[in-house]
Nanobody, 126 residues
Framework: QVQLVESGGGLVQPGGSLRLSCSGSGFTLGPYAVGWFRQVPGKQREGVSCISASDGAIYYADSVKGRFTISRDNAKNTGYLQMNSLKPDDTAVYYC???????????????????WGQGTQVTVSS
């Protein structure tokens, strides 16, 4: 069974940090781009960051550039999103997804990703 599982969400104060993980089960992440999206109620799912499989190319949305860092460890079949200097506007459910191919496209579109995790809540509040 193909499955992606996110973890690492939670409640953090403004300025704090969290690291999200995305583990693959039943398949290998290696050949695919790994992306992170986020969504708040009433809004469309927003592409946050993507890391390619082929050349290590990375994309960040302007809203997170300089604060978030995406990475992957193919040996552990896991992707990561390190989030620093968190703001209340970062509050959302965060989803990881694997691309239909190995590359990332800017801007990110949901239709370029095939498998999705169940999401993990990130709340930034004092």
């Amino acid at each position: 069974q193909v499955q992606l599982v996110e973890s690492g969400g939670g409640l953090v104060q403004p300025g704090g940090s969290l690291r999200l993980s995305c583990s693959g089960s039943g398949f290998t992440l290696g050949p695919y781009a790994v992306g992170w999206f986020r969504q708040v109620p009433g809004k469309q799912r927003e592409g946050v960051s993507c890391i390619s499989a082929s050349d290590g190319a990375i994309y960040y949305a302007d809203s997170v550039k300089g604060r978030f860092t995406i990475s992957r460890d193919n040996a552990k079949n896991t992707g990561y999103l390190q989030m620093n200097s968190l703001k209340p506007d970062d509050t959302a459910v965060y989803y990881c997804a694997t691309g239909l191919g190995s590359g990332c496209f800017a801007p990110m579109h949901r239709s370029d990703f095939g498998s999705w995790g169940q999401g993990t809540q990130v709340t930034v509040s004092s």
